[in-house]
């Protein structure tokens, strides 16, 4: 099928530059948080300090991570029904890492809500750790859509 014989017509090349922007913007705040949070991790609990990060991460949270992701899904949808890939190998394995990279985001709000309650359940050497996954998922998202190897 030609990309601009689908439902979204010659409009899907700028569906398509739209929704990669928003993957950036989302990816972005997805590596910015886990960041803010090995950083407040290290706060005192209730010090100015800790309250500046709790400031922070609410704007990241408010500002890029919840328009983009909101976004990314519905261009992405989008592009999925134009393109008609839901029994394409390659994109099932690739909407399963967005669904996770969705979770992982609402685990992150959830520990972002725990750190501004001045609970630290995790290590600073866990939270680092976590700070990676973003980047892994990324990689082999791109992996998937660009090589699909299966």
């Keep these: 099928?030609?990309?601009?014989?689908?439902?979204?017509g010659l409009a899907y090349p700028w569906v398509k530059a739209a929704h990669v922007t928003f993957v950036i913007f989302w990816m972005a705040g997805l590596f910015l948080l886990p960041r803010f949070y090995v950083y407040h991790q290290e706060t005192a609990v209730g010090s100015p300090e800790d309250r500046a990060w709790i400031e922070r991460e609410a704007r990241v949270r408010s500002i890029i991570l919840t328009?983009?992701?909101?976004?990314v899904w519905i261009l992405g949808l989008m592009l999925?029904?134009?393109?008609?890939?839901?029994?394409?190998?390659?994109?099932?394995?690739?909407?399963?890492f967005v669904l996770a990279l969705s979770a992982y985001q609402g685990w992150l709000g959830?520990?972002?809500?725990?750190?501004?309650?001045?609970?630290?359940?995790?290590?600073?050497?866990?939270?680092?750790?976590?700070?990676?996954?973003?980047?892994?998922?990324?990689?082999?998202i791109v992996v998937l859509v660009i090589v699909r190897p299966f």
Aim: cysteine-free; aromatic content about 10%.
């Design 110 to 140: 959830s520990y972002g809500k725990k750190l501004a309650k001045g609970e630290r359940p995790l290590s600073g050497k866990a939270v680092r750790i976590i700070n990676e996954i973003p980047g892994v998922a990324a990689a082999i």
């Design 80 to 96: 999925a029904f134009h393109l008609d890939i839901w029994g394409e190998h390659w994109f099932q394995a690739k909407l399963a």
């Design 67 to 71: 328009p983009a992701i909101g976004v």
């Design 1 to 8: 099928m030609n990309d601009l014989t689908g439902w979204l």
